[in-house]
């Protein structure tokens, strides 16, 4: 696997994109933006990121006609207003899954590697700290509650992933492989739960007061590490497939004739 023996320092997240990074993720967003006025439940990006990136570390490829409909519920066409955004919002889709997919085939030592998986997640709290003593206010008060803590959005779209597609995400028969699998899913788990520590950095501006603890900067490295372990099992172990079904009738078996009887006692004799 791609772990390293110990965890190198993690790059503030969603930071240094290049220029067709950018542009894909301006693309996602500003579809986003607009199902959003006519649909405001639509998940944020974070979350799409999440999601997509467990595509990608699923044992099979998932098409839109599955993904869209667990993404936005239903008829996930009806979100779109017309078949130009939709396809839009797909090929965004397609060509920020191939740069997750790069990153992720990519044989880095550090996350600091520029080549390394670097999800397009945002500090909030870092963001709503950075701001203008009367801008936060009005920002807080229009806020159900407290911004979410760093990666719990892109966490919950992984995992939404795993639940939907829970028998992809069956752990092997191999005891070893299945362990690693569960301790890198915990790993992502554990970044659902608030960040309570003292916070030490701001993400989003460094200038301005801390909104991230020293454990929750660390914790998000280990689980990109975890993706890595993640992605690295789905492609050594293929698509999950079905087991061998026999033909054959076994003599105490009911008989396929509808009988009632036995095989051995009916058309077995």
């Known amino acids: 696997m791609t772990m390293p023996s110990e965890s190198p320092e993690t ?11 950018s542009a ?8 986003l933006d607009a199902v959003r006025e006519r649909q405001p439940e639509a998940p944020p990006w974070e979350f799409c990121e999440g999601l997509l990136t467990a595509l990608l570390c699923t044992r099979r490829e998932i098409g839109d006609d599955e993904w869209l409909p667990a993404l936005f519920g239903g008829d996930a066409d009806a979100v779109f207003a017309s078949a130009g955004e939709r396809t839009r919002f797909v090929m965004g889709w397609l060509e920020r899954g191939a740069q997750l ?26 963001l709503l700290a950075s701001l203008p003593e ?5 920002v807080a008060d229009e806020q159900d509650g407290a911004p979410p803590a760093l990666a719990q959005g892109w ?9 939907h597609w829970a028998d992809d995400w069956a752990p092997p028969r191999d005891p070893e492989i299945a362990e690693m699998m569960a301790d890198a899913l915990d790993c ?12 030490v950095l701001n993400l989003h501006e460094e200038s301005a ?35 061998a079904q026999s033909s054959k009738v076994g003599r105490n ?11 051995k006692k009916c058309c077995g004799q």
């Not at 554990?190 to 960040?195: A, N, P, R, V």
């Not at 991230?212 to 698509?239: H, K, N, T």
């Not at 078996?253 to 509808?258: A, H, M, S, T, V």
Request: proline residues 9%; hydrophobic residues 40%; charged residues 30%.
């Open 11 to 21: 790059p503030a997240p969603g930071t240094d994109f290049d220029d067709a990074t």
């Open 24 to 31: 894909t993720l301006d693309t996602l967003e500003d579809v």
């Open 101 to 126: 997919r790069a990153a992720l085939q990519a044989p880095v030592e550090s996350l600091e590697d520029e080549r390394a998986l670097s999800p397009a997640v945002i500090d909030w709290r870092g």
């Open 134 to 138: 009367a801008e936060r206010q009005a």
């Open 155 to 163: 966490a919950q779209g992984f995992l939404f992933a795993v639940e």
């Open 188 to 199: 992502i788990a554990e970044l659902l739960e608030d960040d309570r520590g003292d916070p």
């Open 209 to 243: 007061p801390p909104s991230v603890s020293q454990e929750r900067f660390e914790l998000f490295g280990e689980a990109l590490w975890a993706v890595y372990d993640l992605f690295d099992i789905a492609q050594s172990l293929g698509p999950r497939t079905a087991p």
């Open 253 to 263: 078996d009911p008989c396929p004739c509808g009988s009632g009887k036995k095989y």
